[in-house]
């Protein structure tokens, strides 16, 4: 088992900024990669962006580039969200999530933090 616990969501004003954190405990050697969710009202689970543990390599959905990146400390267990120029739209509840080492999909999921923009 793999549990995940974000933090660093809040209010901010449009154009702000926030980091989000999500740290991973338990079996966390079977990680093999690590993504960032939202989902707001109404909406259905989006994903965000992803990182592959061992590379680095990164993902992004094409309305966060520019604006979010994705990182990770390794040695930590921990995955990063920097989000910048923070737009009304990115309004949800985030959701960090790993990927398990023999699985193509995510496999453990975090509690969520709410983020809220305002205009």
């Known amino acids: 088992q793999v549990q995940l616990v974000e933090s660093g969501g809040g209010l901010v004003q449009a154009g702000g900024s926030l980091r989000l954190s999500c740290t991973a405990s338990g079996r966390t050697v079977s990680i093999v990669g690590m993504g960032w969710f939202r989902q707001a009202p109404g909406k259905g689970r989006e994903f965000v962006a992803g990182?592959?543990?061992?590379?680095?390599?990164?993902s992004y959905v094409e309305s966060v580039k520019g604006r979010f990146a994705i990182s990770r400390d390794n040695a930590k267990n921990t995955v990063f969200l920097q989000m910048n120029s923070l737009k009304p739209e990115d309004t949800a509840v985030y959701y960090c999530?790993?990927?398990?080492?023999?699985?193509?999909?995510?496999?453990?999921w975090g509690q969520g933090t709410q983020v809220t923009v305002s205009s």
């Open positions: 990182i592959r543990w061992s590379s680095g390599i990164t």
């Open positions: 999530a790993a990927q398990l080492f023999g699985s193509h999909a995510y496999d453990a």
